[in-house]
Nanobody, 123 residues
Framework: QVHLVESGGGLVQAGGSLRLSCAAS????????MGWFRQAPGKERVFVAT????????YYADSVKGRFTISRDNAKNTVYLQMNSLKPEDTAVYYC????????????????WGQGTPVTVSS
């Protein structure tokens, strides 16, 4: 069982930056590949980025490639999403999730989810 808690969301102007954090419980965090998803109002939850348990490999959605960076600190049981050059279309609730599959890009491939943290980008 893995319990995930996101933080770091908020209101930011277009062009600005935010760093999201996702803290995980348990002593097996490094065995999980981690992902970030987002869900805009009235839309489906979509893949943003994923990172292998070791941190050695990452994969991004085309919409965020070059602007967002996923990373993790296994000693702190935490995964991060650094978001730069934010756009209004990045506005969504951001969720972190855990899986044993890399590369997993659909919600159904993930076993555990956090409660989400909202991000609003104003124009």
């Amino acid at each position: 069982q893995v319990h995930l808690v996101e933080s770091g969301g908020g209101l930011v102007q277009a062009g600005g930056s935010l760093r999201l954090s996702c803290a995980a419980s348990g002593r097996t965090f490094s065995r999980y590949d981690m992902g970030w998803f987002r869900q805009a109002p009235g839309k489906e939850r979509v893949f943003v980025a994923t990172i292998r348990g070791s941190g050695a490999n990452t994969y991004y959605a085309d919409s965020v490639k070059g602007r967002f960076t996923i990373s993790r600190d296994n000693a702190k049981n935490t995964v991060y999403l650094q978001m730069n050059s934010l756009k209004p279309e990045d506005t969504a609730v951001y969720y972190c999730a855990a899986t044993h599959k890399f590369i997993a890009t659909t919600p159904g491939e993930y076993d555990y989810w956090g409660q989400g943290t909202p991000v609003t980008v104003s124009s």
